[in-house]
C-alpha cells in the first residue's frame, strides 16, 4: 500500500498504488510500473484479473471521475527502497490483509475493490 496526504485537507491514508496510463500503454503495464515507482517493488501483474470500476473521488478538495482498473498481482522482488514519486507520497508499506478492510473504510469501491483481489 502506497501513504498518500492530500494537499489540501493534509489528510494521510494508504491506497493500491495507482496513476494515469501513458500513451501507448496498457493498463495492466500501468499498474506494473506504478506499483515499482510508488512502492518499489516489481510485480507480476495476472492481467485475467482485471476488472474496470468507476467512481467519484475528493483530491485536493475537487471531485473527480475516475475510471481505474484493478489488478492482483504477485511479487517479483524488491527493486528500490529509494521513492521519489510525488510531493504527497509519504511512504509505502505492508500491511496485514487483515487490516484492508479498515485502512481502506474511506471509501466504499476501493475497499471492495481491493478486498476481490487478494
Known amino acids: 500500500m502506497v501513504r498518500l496526504e492530500d494537499p489540501l485537507s493534509k489528510i494521510t491514508r494508504l491506497f493500491p498504488p495507482g496513476g494515469m496510463i501513458e500513451e501507448k500503454e496498457e493498463p495492466w503495464e500501468a499498474a506494473r510500473r506504478e506499483a515499482v515507482e510508488e512502492t518499489g517493488h516489481e510485480v507480476e ?50 500491511i496485514p490483509k487483515s487490516e484492508i478492510a479498515s485502512a481502506l473504510d474511506f471509501h466504499d469501491i476501493i475497499q471492495r475493490a481491493v478486498l476481490e483481489k487478494l
Not at 51 to 71: I, P
Open 45 to 94: 501483474v495476472i492481467r485475467e484479473s482485471e476488472k474496470l470500476y468507476r467512481y467519484d473521488f475528493v483530491w485536493a478538495g475537487r471531485s473527480f471521475d475516475c475510471s481505474t482498473y484493478f489488478y492482483s498481482a504477485r511479487l517479483i522482488r524488491l527493486v528500490s527502497t529509494d521513492i521519489d514519486d510525488a510531493v504527497f507520497h509519504r511512504g509505502a508499506e505492508w
